[in-house]
């Protein structure tokens, strides 16, 4: 199972689609991705979304991490909905952090306009990535609720640093075409499937 170079490429979309950006390892992807996926796209009325399966995230361990042609491979098999790309092109620009990926997309793409999606774990986490304040003021931030992460991520120092940013779950559907900072908080049906639960693994 090999890359071919239409992973590596950034997506094409008309001028001023409105385009998800779903980043992660996906190791392995699972209905729960797809869930968060499909949430976003239908309360932020989005056009398209990117399944950015990363060569590695900067903040785990990569030691026995899959193959990432086989992560894209069983992130197509998950991602069968027609709106949904997946793609590596992260890896074809040597990238590592969120910021540099968001920045690039902006020179690159500069006539789309992007929404970051996580879940509200990654919330929890948001202060610890790099430059996360930069990936605020570049790119609105759409965040869908996660089993057991509600609360702690709602209080955490990210969410309280970009607490005035935040829009009501009412206007989730402006969000692409806001200027950022932006950013909301999506409720709605949650799955307990986990990556790390599903390796089997402590890592």
């Given at each position: ?19 998800g ?60 909905d027609?709106?949904i790309?997946?793609?590596a ?7 590592r952090?969120?910021?540099?990926l ?33 990936i605020?003021?570049?790119?609105p ?30 206007e ?31 890592r």
């Open positions: 199972m090999n890359l071919v170079a239409a992973d590596l490429r950034i997506p094409v979309l008309p001028a001023g689609s409105t385009v950006l779903f980043g992660g390892s996906f190791d392995p992807p699972h209905a729960g991705h797809l869930l968060v996926a499909q949430a976003a796209l239908r309360r932020l009325r989005l056009d398209r979304l990117w399944w950015l399966v990363s060569p590695g995230n900067p903040l785990k361990r990569h030691d026995g991490l899959a193959p990432l042609a086989r992560r894209i491979a069983l992130s197509r098999q998950i991602a069968r027609p709106r790309t997946v793609t092109f992260e890896a074809a620009h040597a990238l952090y969120t910021a540099d968001v920045a690039l997309l902006r020179l690159r793409r500069p006539n789309l306009r992007f929404v970051w999606i996580m879940g509200a774990d990654s919330l929890g986490t948001f202060h610890l990535w790099q430059d996360w304040r930069r605020g003021t570049q790119v931030i759409a965040v869908v609720d996660r089993p057991g992460a509600t609360l702690r991520s709602l209080r955490s120092p990210a969410a309280l640093a970009l607490g005035k940013a935040r829009i009501r779950e009412s989730a559907p402006l969000l692409a075409r806001r200027d950022p900072p932006a950013w909301v908080f999506l409720h709605g049906p949650r799955s307990p499937l986990s990556s790390t639960r599903l390796r089997g693994s402590p």
